[in-house]
């Protein structure tokens, strides 16, 4: 489904991604981990077409547009780091406007699906989107990208500063999601998180894919074992 070939990236001198390359078969859940800085956000607002790079990226066998719009008309929906919400609108707004691609929809059956996967949303139907915790806010930005039924959802670090019993709620969605046949890249720094729900695993260094495999690969992993599992398998 995705293609990436060859990526470089660069802010003004700095070098952010090198020669990245990287696929996602339809119906997978691919996790990007790394720490902080290795370039994952910049990778993510890359194909979104927020940022310039040098290379080919391929969506269903064509050259993604390099314009942000109709990349997600295309179905190429990312979900930002941040969460980027509306604060002053309500949590019914802030979904509603995730599906402003779609045409000839019915709204309250597309919601439906949401009240479904985070039930704390329809509770929370009428306030503003400033008024909710943390970790609702996550659940109210994964819900918005879902509104507009991707086809590729790009997910950038929806646990960072989550409590665990969140982080949870989050897991089992995001199992849902894919299970449904949205095809799901997630950019991690969470590693166990990342390992627990992938498919297959890209391990991004200092703007470098440095290692690609398996979760089961990447837990027997010295290295990895050593910087990002405490030094457990």
């Known amino acids: 489904m995705l293609t990436i070939e060859n990526l470089n990236v660069y802010y003004a001198k700095a070098h952010v991604l090198k020669n990245v390359t990287l696929k996602v078969s339809q119906g997978e859940f691919v996790s990007i981990i790394g720490p902080n800085g290795a370039g994952k956000t910049t990778l993510f607002r890359t194909i979104s077409g927020l940022k310039d790079g040098e290379g080919r990226i391929s969506f269903n066998g064509s050259p993604l547009p390099r314009d942000p719009a109709k990349i997600v008309q295309l179905g190429v929906i990312h979900c930002p780091e941040g969460r980027h919400l509306f604060p002053e609108m309500s949590v019914k707004d802030n979904l509603l406007l995730g599906a402003f691609r779609l045409k000839n929809f019915d709204p309250e059956s597309e919601l439906e699906k949401i009240y479904q996967l985070f039930p704390v949303l329809r509770q929370r139907e009428r306030q503003t989107a400033r008024t909710l915790s943390g970790g609702e806010q996550q659940m109210l930005a994964i819900g918005r990208a879902l509104m507009g039924r991707p086809e590729l959802l790009l997910l950038d670090e929806p646990t960072l500063g989550l409590a ?48 690609e495999g398996t979760p089961e690969e990447f837990r027997a992993d010295a290295h990895v074992q050593q910087v990002y599992l405490g030094g457990v398998s």
Not at 166 to 176: G, H, P, S
Not at 180 to 205: C, M, W
């Open 164 to 211: 665990p019993i969140v982080r949870k709620t989050i897991a089992e969605a995001l199992k849902q999601i894919n299970d449904s046949g949205v095809t799901i890249l997630l950019a991690e720094q969470n590693v166990p998180f990342a390992l627990a729900h992938a498919h297959r695993v890209y391990l991004l260094e200092t703007g470098i894919i440095v290692k």
